[in-house]
């Protein structure tokens, strides 16, 4: 059973920190590529920050780049987003997304974790 299980979310202040995780299973994670998606109210979901297969590559929306960092740990099958410098902008269910890159390609979400950003 395929599962993608994030965590870390909350709420923080304007200026503060959060660390989310997203632990896979059921599947093959260290020949996925993972990304990190949000949706605010109101709003599309959108593209947040990825990281290859082996993790020597990532790449940011422009609006978090500088602040939020994408990383991985193929041995715990997690991938993990540290944020910093939280804007209220920033408030969304945060979603973590998987393409096990297969012959045909298998694509994996998971369920979200809410991040709110507020004094």
């Known amino acids: 059973q395929v599962q993608l299980v994030e965590s870390g979310g909350g709420l923080v202040q304007p200026g503060g920190s959060l660390r989310l995780s997203c632990e896979a299973s059921?599947?093959?994670?260290?020949?996925?590529?993972m990304t990190w998606y949000r949706q605010a109210p109101g709003k599309e979901r959108e593209f947040v920050a990825g990281?290859?297969?082996?993790?020597?590559?990532?790449n940011y929306a422009d609006s978090v780049k500088g602040r939020f960092t994408i990383s991985r740990d193929n041995a715990k099958n997690t991938v993990y987003l540290q944020m910093s410098s939280l804007k209220p902008e920033d408030t969304a269910v945060y979603y973590c997304k998987a393409v096990e890159v297969t012959n045909r390609p298998n694509v994996y979400w998971g369920q979200g974790t809410q991040v709110t950003v507020s004094s």
């Open positions: 990281i290859s297969v082996p993790g020597d590559s990532t």
């Open positions: 059921g599947f093959t994670f260290s020949r996925s590529v």
